[in-house]
């Protein structure tokens, strides 16, 4: 790891040292947060990497080397595994998804039932395609909306749990069983698309996920930290995730030493399942922002990513109008979605500084990245607590860290 001078690449040291002590007085005195992380880069090269608090409880304080669960900063890798595919003219992004996952074929759209009674549907307007996988049109949801007699019937199954009794197959066929909450395209939900499409990238591929990734992607762009299961050797670097309780207590989730992450799930999650270091998300976000190249391993073409990063929202919508989602990464006002990301298109209508054209997401866990193709920026913030939008973090961060720019 190299770190350059701020001045260097226009940021103003002790503006991005304030935001050090932002989160130190703000999150970690206060407890909020655990512990925190935060990487700055511009051009690929980094601009500022600290790290505070104990990654676990009464142990070592986070370094460069800490691991945490990234939860749905896996979904951009899991698209970006898919859009690979499609540069081999593997499949396509207007194919129907039945055409690959036969077990959702004749899914219909919820017309009734539910808590008991056999639920209704009616014919979709359009089949689902691949791309509203990656843009969350698919019609699917996520159990933990609590929105609906569908994200019911996902709760009651425990599909979800990944070290439940479903593997990512068995999976796709239990949702083959249940209504679309929408006909695919009409409207946009955050949901289980993107294990769906880890799906997808296994049968066209016919590797599993786990094997995709390490061989194609993580091994070629050196991210050395980044897998579904922590190994032995590794696991002591791997941070305590907290959680609220009812009460509003910040509880621990899932020790370090003890975690679920040290046992390989039975349902490989493109959704979700990854752990990483700041280091190995740092190396994706510059691949990205490099257009699919990185220290001269090219993965995809500079057009797939611009593909990637545009906004999908049919007609040039945005989440504001099309959005009937109780919980997003992302907030509506001023933004699309892309094949993978969240993309601004609106600067003004975000109220937070930034440059149309930059892509974004998180996760459950509170980690968040993002990349600015205008300024040559990205983000990659880690930590360890759950909800993630308990706290405004990330909007904040992305303030200092723009009023910083020099």
């Known amino acids: 790891m190299q770190m350059t001078r701020p001045g260097r690449y226009g940021f103003d040291a002790a503006r991005l040292a304030r935001i050090d002590a932002f989160v130190k007085e703000r999150y970690l005195d206060s407890g909020k947060l655990p512990h925190a ?12 990497f600290s790290h505070q608090g104990a990654a676990r409880q009464g142990g070592a304080p986070v370094d460069e080397g800490t691991l945490f669960r990234i939860a749905s900063m896996t979904k951009p890798i899991t698209s970006l595994a898919f859009m690979m595919l499609v540069e081999e003219a593997r499949v396509a ?11 959702l074929k004749g899914l219909g759209v919820y017309a009734g039932g ?6 209704a549907t009616k014919p979709t307007a359009e089949p689902m395609r691949m791309v509203d ?5 698919s ?14 019937a996902y709760r009651q199954s425990k599909m979800e749990t990944w070290h439940g009794n479903l593997t990512l197959d068995e999976f796709v066929a239990a949702l083959g069983k249940l209504p679309l909450e929408f006909s695919p395209g009409a409207e946009w939900n955050y949901s289980v698309s993107t294990d769906v499409l880890g799906a997808v990238v296994e049968r066209v591929s016919g590797m599993k996920l786990d094997r995709f990734f390490e061989e194609r992607i993580f091994a070629p762009l050196g991210m050395v930290d980044t897998f579904f299961l922590v190994p032995a050797d590794k696991i002591d670097r791997l941070a305590d995730c907290w959680a609220l309780d009812d009460s509003g207590k910040r509880v621990l989730y899932d020790r370090g030493d003890a975690s679920a992450w040290s046992r390989f799930p039975k349902l490989v999650s ?11 998300y740092h190396r994706f976000c510059s691949f990205c922002l490099n257009g699919g190249v990185l220290d001269g391993v090219r993965l995809v073409s500079p057009k797939t990513i611009e593909l990637m990063t545009m906004n999908h929202l049919p007609g040039g919508s945005d989440l504001a109008t099309m959005s009937r989602s109780l919980f997003s990464e992302a907030t509506n006002a001023g933004t699309g979605f892309g094949l993978g990301f969240a993309v601004t ?5 975000t109220l937070v500084p930034g440059s149309a054209g930059e892509y974004y997401w ?11 193709p205008v300024e040559r920026i990205h983000l990659v913030f880690m930590t360890q607590f759950t909800p993630s939008m308990r706290y405004p973090i990330r909007r904040e961060l992305k303030t200092l860290i723009y009023s910083a720019l020099t």
């Open 133 to 137: 996988l990656l843009r969350h049109t």
């Open 345 to 349: 298109t609106d600067v003004a209508r």
């Open 114 to 119: 539910g808590a008991g009674v056999p639920f």
């Open 37 to 48: 992380q935060l990487l700055i880069a511009r051009d690929g090269e980094i601009a500022h």
């Open 270 to 280: 493109g959704g979700g399942g990854l752990v990483s270091t700041a280091l190995d």
């Open 93 to 103: 992004l207007d194919t129907p998804v039945h055409h690959v996952l036969p077990e």
């Open 139 to 152: 019609g699917l949801t996520y159990s933990f909306q609590n929105r609906t007699n569908v994200d019911a």
């Open 362 to 372: 998180g996760g459950m866990f509170s980690t968040a990245f993002f990349v600015d």
